[in-house]
T-cell receptor, first 114, second 115 residues
Framework: QQQVKQSPQSLIVQKGGISIINCAYE??????FPWYQQFPGKGPALLIA?????SEKKEGRFTISFNKSAKQFSLHIMDSQPGDSATYFC?????????????FGAGTILRVKS | GAVVSQHPSRVICKSGTSVKIECRSL??????MFWYRQFPKQSLMLMAT?????????EQGVEKDKFLINHASLTLSTLTVTSAHPEDSSFYIC???????????FGQGTRLTVV
């Protein structure tokens, strides 16, 4: 059974600081690792994703780092802002008969203090 | 990114009644859609995979007779919660993979409250 382990469960960061969330996976259908951001009462929104022909992908203040040998990937939020306060989920794909499904980590509740 | 629209965003129903939730892919076709359930401060739990033109695939422990899924077209999947009970109260979310890839786009979610 595919598992994605995410840590920490919650995180408090000062405004301007770096938020770091980690995920570890066991086996995946293929190498594709997205991060989702969810605000209360809303559906998750795709934030950034990596296909690890590269070990790092950066989009603005958000960076994914990927370590294939360790089966780990992480999300770094640089210059964290109060508006970044949300729940973040990592995910990894599991191959199914009808395509692929994403298995999600438990989530990290991020609070950025102003 | 691709847009997935879910309706309604909130619904309150009485115990014993049925509720239908719609999930539409607005600017792309989706032969597969996924239905999730999310409890407060918890992760997304996959309930079932909706397949256009064929039966849905349910995850272990999910009652298929209670959570009816219909994927009648390439842009619409519906989840019907039948004979709803207060324990069915939850946040239900659909998603659709874009271009057949794992990249999934989510609907806004539906907050179901059964009273």
């Amino acid at each position: 059974q595919q598992q994605v382990k995410q840590s920490p469960q919650s995180l408090i960061v000062q405004k301007g600081g770096i938020s770091i969330i980690n995920c570890a996976y066991e086996n995946t259908a293929f190498d594709y690792f997205p991060w989702y951001q969810q605000f209360p009462g809303k559906g998750p929104a795709l934030l950034i994703a990596i296909r690890p022909d590269v070990s790092e992908k950066k989009e603005g203040r958000f960076t994914i780092s990927f370590n294939k040998s360790a089966k780990q990937f992480s999300l770094h939020i640089m210059d964290s802002q109060p508006g970044d306060s949300a729940t973040y989920f990592c995910a990894a794909p599991l191959l199914m008969e009808y395509g692929n499904k994403l298995v999600f980590g438990a989530g990290t509740i991020l609070r950025v203090k102003s | 990114g691709a847009v997935v629209s879910q309706h309604p965003s909130r619904v309150i129903c009485k115990s014993g009644t049925s509720v239908k939730i719609e999930c539409r892919s607005l600017d792309f076709q989706a032969t597969t859609m996924f239905w999730y359930r999310q409890f407060p401060k918890q992760s997304l739990m996959l309930m079932a995979t909706s397949n256009e033109g064929s039966k849905a695939t349910y995850e272990q422990g999910v009652e298929k007779d209670k959570f009816l899924i219909n994927h009648a077209s390439l842009t619409l999947s519906t989840l019907t919660v039948t004979s709803a009970h207060p324990e069915d109260s939850s946040f239900y979310i659909c998603s659709a993979p874009f271009r057949g890839e794992a990249e999934a786009f989510f609907g806004q979610g539906t907050r179901l409250t059964v009273v």
